[in-house]
């Protein structure tokens, strides 16, 4: 059933972070990623410190009491002292910074007269110093998409975090290449109201960064947060949606997210629900003689089965939030990340896992619940299942309010999971290590914009003849600039390049060919041949699967024995091949174009165009015809 978003009150804001093209932010070390193992590794632990005001951000406090250490693996060649936190930033990088200032004027945007650089609290350990350094560049930005006008209140620059390498129940392995990269950061304004819109606005954006030819392509080398509220919910940032197809399916299956957990408040209202209490119950003699298998290893030695209580909520745990995520996960995830464990029970999922009705039952009687509450238990460690379900109660007391504030993360199947609650205002500070950077209108006037994303579709088209989808694809790819290039040093057909630019190598790719081996030297030698009718355009898919072997260009003609017919020698083919099929001839005239095409083509194998061989096909049959 569809949604009426206006009815519901659906408020959507996003955030772009697009990593540029440059070394880092505050040292010179070059902001290249890593794939072999690091050589070298420190631990460190973070805690949480208060602002400027006295208050401790909620956000950082709640990472402080997962409790976990940090791991950090270090490549000497990419990694200074800087971003080990052991000596304070250097100047911040210029370059950067004209970056971040072309794009917002790019976006329509008032820079800022002087730039800060700001602290933003993070212990969450993607930053050594238990903060990120992000500076306000510009305000007030504006696009048009689909008619409508959105705004983007900042626009700011900033250093990406670590990259997260894994997680153990003690410490979170994090690989400190990719700290320190510059980040373009624009957030919307809360202006969308419908889950399509967003992903338009997003791809825009992201054609204008790619203008400007500044910023890295690939993936993780753009990320988009959302943030998504309902009337009567509340607002989630959901972080790292890295594909623009996903935008849409998340905030969708947030929406309805949201409308379950409100339904769920109502009920639990219904039913007059109180608070649950923190009172952790052992019920491990329950389960003295179980025969359920994930029980006896979640025990494991010494380990206990602990329980509470949650008044009214028999039922609700099972509850659907998003396809395949209910209630009870929900709580889990709380249990995971705050207790260290690998997951909860609870009551409305039971009998099942081997546990019995019987069991089931002296377990409610144990803990001392009606038939409308249900009980939730873990096995396991005693404080690690004491904090796992502390963290339960916490979160189902907040289902009595409705939808908690929350930083989620983005699930590739359009899903999301709790990550932590939601920072606020407190977790912002000056940078003092860092000085004010005026913005003067002659550093402003020294940038040069390229085009925006429109005009260059429309120049392609206009220019080289190409089709609409082909000059958009162009404009989306990083192929741009060699397309041009190539077009300028081969003089072939601008189609033909633009195609095997962005579908033959593409498909080449997707069949293992390791296209990244094809130099432009070769492409241009390839074109060039083709220009001057040396070589078939049907032959170029063939010629590119050898030339991505390192072989030459004239060598894989060779070896494909693609010499070019001469036209006298293809129209003395075409003739044999329309004699020795004169029966269909004289049967279908001149409909027989078609099976007789197929024919000639796989004669000349890629040694001909298909253009001349069917203008000369035409020339013979209307001979015959006559």
């Known amino acids: 059933m569809g949604l009426d978003y206006e009815k519901l009150g659906l408020r959507v804001g996003f955030e772009i972070h697009q990593e540029l093209n440059t070394h880092k932010l505050f040292c ?104 990120q350094r992000t500076a306000l560049v510009a305000l007030d930005g504006r696009i048009d998409t689909d008619g409508k006008s959105f705004g983007m209140p900042t626009i700011c620059l900033e250093e990406d975090a670590a990259r997260k390498m894994g997680e153990g129940t003690e410490y979170v392995n994090y690989r400190l290449d990719r700290l320190g990269i510059p980040l373009v950061e624009i957030a919307t304004g809360p202006d969308f109201s419908d889950p399509e819109t967003p992903a338009k606005a997003a791809l825009y954006i992201g054609q204008i960064l790619r203008a400007t030819g500044k ?105 659907e939030l998003q396809p395949g995520r209910r209630l009870g996960t929900e709580f889990a995830a709380h249990a995971r990340i705050y207790g260290k464990v690998g997951g909860i029970f609870h009551t409305d999922e039971l009998p099942g896992y081997g546990i019995s009705e019987e ?43 409705g939808v908690p504030e929350e930083t989620r993360r983005a699930l590739t199947d359009g899903n999301t999971e709790f990550m932590r609650p939601l920072p606020g205002a407190e977790r912002m500070y000056p940078e003092t290590d860092i000085p004010p950077i005026p913005i003067t209108p002659a550093r402003l006037r020294k940038i040069k914009l390229p085009e925006l994303p ?83 355009k049907e032959a170029v898919p063939e010629v590119l699967r050898l030339v991505a072997q390192r072989i030459g260009v004239q060598e894989a003609v060779d070896k494909l024995g693609l010499t070019t017919f001469t036209r006298p020698d293809l129209k003395k083919l075409v003739t044999e091949v329309v004699a020795s099929n004169r029966a269909l001839v004289n049967e279908r005239g001149m409909e027989a174009m078609g099976p007789l095409m197929g024919i000639l083509m796989e004669k000349v194998r890629g040694r001909a165009d298909g253009k001349l061989v069917h203008e000369l096909l035409q020339r013979e049959l209307r001979k015959v015809k006559k």
């Open 359 to 401: 069991e089931t039952a002296r377990l409610k009687r144990t803990a001392g619940a009606a038939d409308e509450d249900s009980v939730v238990f873990v096995a396991g460690d005693k404080e690690r299942a004491r904090a796992a379900l502390k963290a339960v109660v916490g979160r189902a007391n907040q289902a009595l309010q």
């Open 28 to 131: 010179n070390c070059p902001s290249k990623l890593r794939d072999e193992e690091a050589p070298l590794k420190v631990k460190r632990r973070l805690r949480p410190t208060q602002s400027e005001m006295g208050e401790v951000d909620r956000a950082a406090l709640a990472e402080a009491l997962k409790d976990k250490g940090f791991a950090y693996q270090l490549y000497p060649e990419s990694i200074c002292l800087v971003e080990l936190d052991e000596e304070p930033p250097h100047p911040i990088n210029e370059e950067a910074l004209d970056i971040a200032l072309e794009v917002a004027l790019l976006l329509n945007a008032k820079p800022v007269d002087e730039v800060h650089t700001m602290r933003k609290i993070v212990i969450d350990g993607s930053n050594t110093c238990g903060f």
């Open 215 to 319: 910023v890295k392509r690939g993936i993780g080398t753009i990320r988009q947060d959302i943030n998504v509220s309902i009337a009567g919910g509340a607002r989630q940032e959901i972080k790292g949606v890295q594909e623009l197809s996903l935008i849409s399916e998340v905030i969708t299956r947030e929406v309805r997210r949201q409308i379950a957990l409100l339904e769920i408040r109502d009920e639990l209202r219904r039913r007059r629900a109180e608070r649950a209490e923190k009172k952790i119950i052992n019920v491990t003699d329950v389960f003295s003689g179980t025969k359920s298998g994930v029980i006896r290893r979640m025990r494991g030695d010494g380990g206990e089965v602990l329980a509470v209580r949650l008044p009214k909520f028999a039922g609700l745990l099972g509850k």
């Open 454 to 536: 429109e005009k260059q579709r429309a120049r392609l088209m206009e220019r080289y003849k190409l089709s609409r989808e082909l000059a958009e694809r162009l404009v989306l790819s990083d192929k741009l600039e060699i397309f041009e290039k190539l077009i300028a040093r081969t003089k072939a057909d601008p189609t033909l390049i633009a195609t095997t630019l962005e579908e033959t190598l593409v498909s080449l790719r997707r069949e293992g060919v390791k296209v990244e081996n094809i130099q432009k030297n070769a492409l241009a030698e390839l074109f060039t041949r083709v220009a001057k009718g040396k070589l078939a």
